[in-house]
Structure formats: C-alpha cells, structure tokens
C-alpha cells in the first residue's frame, strides 16, 4: 500500500523525522535516536534542512535503480523521503535553470561513503542530463575516470577497503542547456607513504595487486614480474587479498577504464612500467660497507633487480647505483659528495620509490584532465563534486592528518559561512527579520595554523628553511614559544602551566582543539614529511632515463634547470592549493552531503551509537540543526502549505478562491496559532517551532482520517442505497412477473374446468338428443326397411319372371341365327372355296374406309386456316392417310381463305410476307409484330394542323410516318423525331414544329442495321459521301421497327431495284461524323425496367442495354 501511495511532501509516512530541524525535543539523544530508527528501517538519508546526512548502509540497498532516478527527477527537495538524487537533483537544476555554479562537498570519515555518494551524485547527473552520441562520450569518460583514479589512488585500509588515499576535487562542465561538456580534475595530497609502508591489516594501492593477479603471463614477462606477492617487499602480505575484491577483474575493468578515458596503448604500457619499477625498488637491499677513511658505506646485495629496473625504465644501471650510494650537495658552486649509509640508501630508495608513484599519479591526473577537458571555449556553469578526506583522529596522528583535519577545518569554516549566509539571504529575501544566531566560528583554529607569521604551518617551514640543527623536537620547541597562549593550542612542555599535569599529553606531542575535537599530534615526522626530500643525485638520475614518462615526472633533474632555491614545503604546497579550493567553493552555491560510518566493521544493520554519536558531534551536526532552528524551524511556500493544510479549515476547504498567501493567513487564524510562533516571509511561511509543525500534521492527520471516514461512510452509503435500490427494483419486478404468471396459470386452470364441465353438459346434452334421433331414426328406418324388403320381395319376382322371359326369347334367337347360319354355309359352301378369304377382306375394308369418310363428313373442322383441331385418328393403318387428309383440307381452305381477298389486302399479306422473310427466326422482336397490322402512316400529318407546313412540304405519297426516338450521336439520348418514307426520300422532322431536320434519298441509304434481340433499336447507315451523310449514320428506336425496316426495304427494292442489306447482329458498327463507333446490344443489367437504354460510352462505343 505505502508504494502505491504518491508522495507530495517528505512528511508523509515518515520514520522518525526526515529532517532534523523537525527534532523535538533536539538533544545529542534525540538525534541519534532519530537516525537509528531511520537507518534500522533503511532509511539512510535523513536531511537538516538542505543538508543530506548519509549514514553507510554496507550493503546495496534498492533505491538507486533508474525508476528511482525516474522518481526524483524535477522534483522539489522537500517533495519525496530524503535522498541523494533529491539533492543532486536540486543542484543540477539550480544549475541548468538559474545559472548557478554548484559545488557538492562530501565529508565524512573514512569508509563513511564519501566515494560511492560522489559516484551516485555523477551518475545521478549523468542520467538526467542530455543525451546524444557526444554528450554520451563526454559522461562516460567522465564516469570511467574514477576507476582508473581509484585503482591509482585507493587502498583497503583497517577502515575501508576501498579507501581514497587522495583528496579529489571535480568540476563538471556543463554548457547552457545543461549538457557535460567535460571536467577538471584537481588531486590532493596522495598519501604517499603508503607506497612503501603499510599498517597492519592494511594493503598497498590496489593497482599493484591489480597487475599481479590480472595482467596476462606475456604482460608480467614484459614487466618484469611475477605473480607472487610474497616476492615483493612494498606488498603487505597479511591482507593482500581482500573479501569480495576481484583484482585480476579490476584489473581488466581499470585497463578497459583507461582505453575509454583515452589513454594510448604506449602510455598505458608506460604507466605499468613505472608501477612495477617502484614494485622493484622495494625489494633492493642494501648491506654495510666499511670504507677505509672509516665513513660507513652502503652496497646493494643483489644487483640483479637493480639491473632488471634499469633495463624497464632506460636508466643507466651505473647512474642509479651511483645515485644510491652517494649524495652531492651543491653549495656556492661547489659540489660536495657524501657517501650514503644504509639507513640513508633505504631512505633514498623509498624517498625515490614514493616519488615515482605519486608523481605518476600526479601525470595521470593531468593526463585524464587533457582526455576530459571540455572541447569548446562557450561560457560553462559548472558543478564541483569534493570528496575529500574526512577528519582523521587516530591513536598516533602525524603530519598527514594534521593536514588533512586542517583541510576539514576550512571545509568546515566555509560551511559555517555559506549555510549562515544561506540562511541570512533566505531571511532577507523572504523579508523576514533576521535574528543573530550564536555559533562557534572556528577561524580561530584555521588562523592558529595557516597565519603566515604564527601559524603552525609557517613555523615548520621556517624550521625546515633553518639552517643549523632542525629536528622534530626543535619544531615542537617553537610552537610551545609561539602558540603556547593560543586558546585551541595544548603542550607540555608550554610555559603556561595549563598542561603540565596533563599526563595524557606525551612530550613529543601537541594538541589541537580542532572544532570537530581535540587531536594529538606525534611530532615525529613533521618536518621531513614537509620537507619531502628527494636526493637530487636521484632525481637527476631518473631524468636520465631512456623512458619518456620518468623524464617527464622528474623536470627538476635536467642539469640545464638546476633550481638551487628549495622547492616549496609539503605543508606550504597544500596550504595554496587548499586555499584555491576555498576560493573556487566560495564562488559556487554548496550542497552538502555527511556522511555517517555506522559502525566499524564494515557490517550492514549494526549501528554502533557511540561511533555515530562521536561523528555526529565533530561534523557539528547539531550545531547545525541549531543554526538553521535558531530563526524558524521550518518554511514552506504558501501554496504548498495551503495545499497540505486546506483540509484543517473550512474556508480553505476543499478550495481557496484567492491569493495563497491569504489562505495560509485565514487557516493560522482559524487554527489559532500564536502569531509568534509563525512569520509570513514573501512566498513562504515561516514556523518557528517543530512543535507547531507537528500540531499541524497531527490535526492533519486526524482530519484525514476524518476525511477518510467521511468519504467511507458516504461510499458506504451510497454503495448499500443503490444495492437496495437495486434489489427493490429487481424484487418489484420479480414480484410483478411471479403475479402475472401466477394469475395465468389461475385463469388457465378456471378456463379449462370450464370449458372440461361445458363439454361434459355439452356432451351429456347431445347425447341425449342423439339418443332421441336415433330412436326417431330408427322408427323411420324400420318402416323404409319393411317397405324395402317389400318392394325387394316385388321385384325380385318380378326380375326371376322378366329373366325367364328373355332366356326364352334369346334361346329362341340363338337357335335361329345358329339354323340360319348353317342353311347359309351348306348353301354357301361351293362358293367359298378359293378367294372367299380375300372377297371378305376387302369387303370388310370398304366397310370400313367407307364408315371412316362418313364420320370423317360429320367431324370436319371449321375453315379457318388458324383453326388447329382435327379429328382423332380412328384406326392405326388409317395414319397416313388421316395426315394426307388433313394437309390437302388445310390447303384447300387456306386457298379458300386467300380467294376471298381484295388487291389491297393481298398487299398487305405480301408486306407481311416480306416481314416474315426477312425477320424470321432473326429477331426476337419479330413474333410478336406479326399479329399486328402494318398500319404505314401512324401520324396522321394531313390531319393536324400543326404539321400542314410538313404535308406541303411532302409532295409525294407517304408510306411511313411514324414518331421515332432518334439516338444522339454524342451522347446516345433520345430525341423524339417525326419519320416520314416516301417513294425517293427519307424524311426526319421536328415532332412539335414539323420542321424538316434532315432528307434523305433512299439511293443514299446503304443499309439497315439492328441486334437480335427484343429491342426497336436501328441503324439507318448512309453512303459515304452523299450529302445527307454528313453528320452520320442514323440510330433510332421505334415501336414498329419490323414493319419500318420492311417498308424501308421495300421501297428501296421497287426504287432503286436494289436489294437494301440488312445486317442483324448484336455489334455492328456504324459512322458518326469521323468515328466509327460500335454499336453493342448488352443483355440483362437493366435498371429502367423493360425499356431499353442507350448509353455512349466512349468515342469507340456505344452500349445499349437491352431487357
Ligand atoms: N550508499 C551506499 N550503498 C551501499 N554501500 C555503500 C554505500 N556507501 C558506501 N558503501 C560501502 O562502503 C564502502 C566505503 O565507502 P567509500 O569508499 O565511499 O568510503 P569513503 O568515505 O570514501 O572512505 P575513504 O575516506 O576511506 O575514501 C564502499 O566500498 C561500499 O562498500
Ligand atoms: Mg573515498
């Protein structure tokens, strides 16, 4: 539930207090208390104010994936749980947007995650700021360069296994859109001793155990190495291997590192060459040599490494032999050459061995620089990532932590600086008054050792530039004259008598009350660790080198340069650079990150509180809730408070018409806040108290649940009201339904006994009339019956005596024709002998033929030639002479028919005739022409006056004139035309006016074309080049086309006495004006019904759809 939730402000869901400023009660207990709830539910960021505290979870924790970095993106600081990205976010947008250099300082002490919290700040940046091919190469070079810096540059250590042995400080450039352009890095102060001394349990840099374990056989031969650390003395064995570290991986991941960082094959082979020679010149060995003039002298014992170094760097084995056994000090031109001793020769070859590797780290800084730089010369904003060691306090604290707690000493002044000045404008800004805040301002302590007269710094120079006798204790002397009054500075040996008793105070130590804590310092040391010297017989031997990085490393050692002024002091050299930095952070607004170790085993979950409550108190962390409580604990913009706090009042809720600001004002006063406990700043709201804070989010909270409640209840409510309604409705119309069905099934029951007790009196009713019918009937029948079986009795009798009777007669008969039968054979039987067979055929067939014609006379048909009847066919062997009887009686009353017309009919006939011939079993159209008359003139023109002009124009008799459709050449339309044929010409006029349109003689008409189908259409085709074909061939429909095509033929026939062709086919072609166009008679995909279309399709076609 709590990850679906959308958060909009840090104090939802809060685990303890995500901000500290929210403490209440602040005490040491409370704080402590506070980040261990939070880091026991994981929750390692919590914030004072801006400020993030990181406390080292030890172990990867699931809040930096890219949905996270999805998740703080553009959001405000305050909107989400504490985290990292909220504040890179904030910084890199300040950036991007307001053109505000950034710095990010990271303190914390060793092994607290300083490291990995600058590694998840650039990959923060790097996610959320431009993408594209250049801008990706510029990040990844950026982001690559701090595996190879951290191979160089870091150690496992009691502490940390992965601890930097280097201050880092980087800025990143971004251009004006907020893309990487590139960066600077600058390296503080490598910790160089370790390259020849290590602390129990601690290791060297893990570039050298990285070579070892990864670099191929054929790279180690190269190298001149081996694989097995023991051979090397610079190597702590003890822990050379570390839990969970892959150095041969490492290895590929730093070479893999250096490739994309740009570093060339031969440079990288260089580098190698110079770590394995500081891994060799450990293992040089020196024994004693007495020399006659009785000045001890040391030798090397085995000259074999020393030969294998010269062979890897190019040096003359003699020069660096010499270079160990000898020192000359140049003084007022003259050179004095001392011999070395042992003691000296080791300090020499470690002296040489630091040199050569922090020198190199040195190059590879400036090296990654050139890779990295930005390309381009625009205006860069700029964000500084410092990660920097933390304050150091150990049970023997030497010169390098006295630098390095000086370090944390200025980082702590300008953090005292900037957070107030922060602070202060913020007041200004937000015109609030602004009230002095009480806070330890540790410029003292920075004065106490950088003041160039009576600073502690400048007193070790001035004690190492001393001529005479300088040791430690000289140094420590000098600080008990100066410093002894000084109020942060604590000695024995001080005149003052404050620490004689204190026997917690070793002679040979000082202390400093550095802001953080009180820290002793061993003086042993300090001022051959600031002197940092390198014999120049050795620097001048390196410079020899046939190897172009050690020459590069060792400028000092070219004769033509002798420098005879001391180089600067370690001390003075990080002093300026220190103070550079200052300068640089000053110009940048400050983001810090604290980080918190939690405990001391490098163990997740365990929280060690006397470990925490110690860093809490030397980071001022407290002091730092109290700075930023001293005004007002909280702020927030209105519109952001109103929105979180509109629901406590109910003029604010659920919306506040006006001005945020008025809002915040009406919800205080509603809320009755005391006026002190609140100041109205111009967009934010200040509260003075954490308490009123919490007042604030507990009556939220209580009014959330309210809320909560409320809309549950009303949900509720509504949920269970339309459930109900629902139900009823459905119980209503379930009830209806049952009611209905149920009246049914009572009205089917009623109407069935009904209708069961009507049958039943029904029944019983017309039984009983049966009953009484039947008796009736059965009276009646009984009488019919006697008197049948009487009239039966009757005639039976009567029938037994009319049979007897005929019986009689026909016997009578029977023996007559039997009798006269066989008279008439015994008379006849002379005749009957040889062609009686024949004679009585014969006869019988005249009988026969001559029964047939007689009936034959009575059953004539009529003597219509239609009249298809014809008696029935009496006998088989008659057929064909019954088919020959009729076809000479059709004939002869088909003559009879004919002898009856007049001439005119007969013209009639033979025009049909003509009809016939020409048309059928061609056009479909034909059969049914034939029962029509040809009736010629249709439009009776002599009779209407409209059409006199017409008739007088006609001085021949006219044989057609009919209306006929003449179809448009252009479009295939129809146009109603008046069709006149005379004797010679072929007229067309105008249907209305009578006005002759076109005349053509019958000589020019070649010929007459039309489909086979049931349409009137034609075409009337001219000859070519007569006059009247100038436009065309004619195309028309009529009604009569059989008897127009028939009488055109005709007339042509007796004219011309030329046969007109007539073409019958479904596509013909036919001329209009220039085309010849094909005239198609398509079946079937009718629209208009049965009449036919016409449509011209193309200049090449015409289509007429016929039904
Ligand atoms: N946010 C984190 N999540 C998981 N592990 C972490 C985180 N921060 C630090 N660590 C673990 O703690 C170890 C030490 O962290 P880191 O090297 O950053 O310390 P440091 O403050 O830089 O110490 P030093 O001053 O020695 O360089 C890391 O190697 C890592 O294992
Ligand atoms: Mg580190």
Redo the contacts with the bound molecule.
Sequence with gaps: MAKMEVKTSLLDNMIGVGDMVLLEPLSEDSFINNLKKRFDHSE?YTYIGSVVV?I??????PIYSPEKVEEYRNRNFYELSPHIFALSDEAYRSLRDQDKDQCILIT??????????SK?VMSYVAAVCGKGAEVNQVKEQLLQSNPVLEAFG?AK?V??????RFGKYMDIEFDFKGDPLGGVISNYLLEKSRVVKQPRGERNFHIFYQILSGASDDLLNKLKLERDFSRYNYLSLDSARVNGVDDAMNFRTVRNAMQIVGFMDHETQSILEVVAAVLKLGNIEFKPESRVNGLDESKIKDKNELKEICELTGIDQSVLERAFSFRTVEAKQEKVSTTLNVAQAYYARDALAKNLYSRLFSWLVTRINESIKAQTKVRKKVMGVL?I??FEIFEDNSFEQFIINYCNEKLQQIFIELTLKEEQEEYIREDIEWTHIEYFNNAIICDLIENNQTGILAMLDEECLRPGTVTDDTFLEKLNQICATHQHFESRMSKCSRFLNDTSLPHSCFRIQHYAGKVMYQVEGFVDKNNDLLYRDLSQAMWKANHSLIKALFPEGNPAKINLKRPPTAGSQFKASVSTLMKNLQTKNPNYIR?IKPNDK?AAHIFNEALVCHQVRYLGLLENVRVRRAGYAFRQPYELCLERYKMLCKQTWPHWRGPARAGVEVLFNELEIPEEEYSFGRSKIFIRNPRTLFKLEDLRKQRLEDLATLIQKIYRGWKCRTHFLLMKRSQIVIASWYRRYAQQKKYQRIKSSAIVVQSYIRGWKARKLLRELKHQKRCKEAATTIAAYWHGTQARRELRRLKEEARNKHAIAVVWAYWLGYKVRREYRKFFRANAGRKIYEFTLQKIMQKYFLEMKNKMPSLSPIDKNWPARPYLFLDSTHKELKRIFHLWRCKKYRDQFTDQQKLVYEEKLEASELFKDKKALYPASVGQPFQGAYLEISKNPKYKRLKDAVEEKIIIAEVVNKINRANGKCASRIFLLTKNNVLLADQKSGHIKSEVPLGDVTKVSMSSQNDGFFAVHLKEGSGAAGKGDFLFSSDHLIEMATKLYRTTLSQTKQKLSIEISDEFLVQFRQDKVCVKFIQGNQKNGNIPTCKRKNNRLLEVAVP
Excluded: F, H, M, V
């Excluded at 080292?56 to 924790?61: H, K």
């Excluded at 502490?159 to 930097?164: E, K, L, V």
């Design positions: 390692i990181s080292n979870p030890y172990r990867s924790l914390g002490e060793s092994g607290a995650g300083k490291t990995e919290a998840l870091n250590t502490r940390n296994d992965n601890s930097s990660d060691y933390g980080c490098k």
